[in-house]
């Protein structure tokens, strides 16, 4: 490709983007217009509800404020909450990764592995995260062990089961030209069955993060004493209805913005699948 035609190519998608991004704003826009012109003195619904320019000025207080405020006690917090479930849902994300995605081979890929322990594992999934809020706490107590811990078991659910259906769906024919051609079954794993399962381990890998952001809410609403969870019950408490709003909007952008990780990552490893017609 000359670099005249890569910089058309460029140029193209910068465009497709930009307006995708138009596209998606839309929305948005108009609903916080309509939101904002319904208000009378600032408020909705007899004064419980702010309106979105009150929102704003809570939050940046809340980010930029000076800390140690009396009158407001989440002045300058918002960076520390932030920080704080960001790193939870990491770790515990991360954890899940690594018990779900080889769970989930080898019970797609192995009859005894699905036979010793799927059974289980569709026994304890119907459990809601909820349910296991008691025993976190009394297991681990008022720590961010408990909020990890929630975070690794529901995003380990939609992992594993995503990547024991993409195992299992991997193209018959390409295991047995792998094996035709000398493959090991070790090989037919590794080089076959993982690439394969590769678009099914990144929906369950989507579905999975979006549930870690939603434990560790719940998790630092009840069992920690810091994060955004946290302060979105605090907040609530005390009336501070427009820390509240800012809170829920924070989580919905750490939300979609990990997601377009997750996404970037995919498109990277899975270029393979564009590149053959496949996407």
Do not use: C
């Not at 107590?141 to 991997?170: E, H, K, M």
């Not at 377009?260 to 899975?270: G, M, T, V």
Request: positive net charge.
């Amino acid at each position: 490709m000359t670099a005249r035609r890569a910089s058309g190519l460029w140029t193209a998608v910068r465009g497709f983007n930009l307006r995708r991004t138009l596209v998606a704003l839309i929305l948005p826009i108009a609903v916080l217009v309509i939101w904002q012109a319904s208000g009378t003195n600032g408020s909705l619904f007899g004064g419980v509800l702010p309106t979105p320019d009150r929102v704003w000025k809570g939050w940046q207080t809340w980010a930029f404020g000076a800390s140690g405020m009396g009158l407001n006690p989440y002045s300058g917090t918002w960076w520390d909450s932030l920080s704080f479930s960001t790193i939870r849902v990491a770790q515990g994300f991360a954890l899940a990764i690594v018990v779900a995605i080889p769970t989930g081979i080898f019970i797609g890929w192995s009859r005894l592995a699905a036979e010793a322990v799927d059974p289980t594992i569709q026994l304890l999934r119907p459990v809601p995260i909820t349910a296991w809020l008691p025993f976190s706490i009394a297991v681990f107590g008022i720590s961010s062990f408990g909020a990890i811990f929630l975070i690794a078991l529901g995003a380990f659910y939609p992992i594993v089961i995503n990547t024991t259906q993409g195992a299992r769906n991997v193209e018959k024919n390409l295991v047995r030209a792998a094996r035709m051609l000398g493959a090991n079954r070790r090989d037919v794993l590794l080089k076959v069955v993982v690439p394969s399962a590769l678009p099914s381990i990144f929906t369950g890998l989507r579905i999975g993060l979006g549930i870690g952001w939603t434990a560790v809410i719940v998790a630092e609403m009840v069992a920690v004493k810091s994060g955004l969870g946290y302060v979105l019950w605090d907040a609530y408490y005390v009336g501070r209805m427009d820390v509240v709003i800012a809170d829920m909007a924070t989580i919905g952008l750490m939300g979609l913005l990990s997601d377009r990780i997750i996404l970037i990552i995919e498109h990277r490893l899975l270029a393979w699948q564009a590149a053959g017609g496949t996407r």
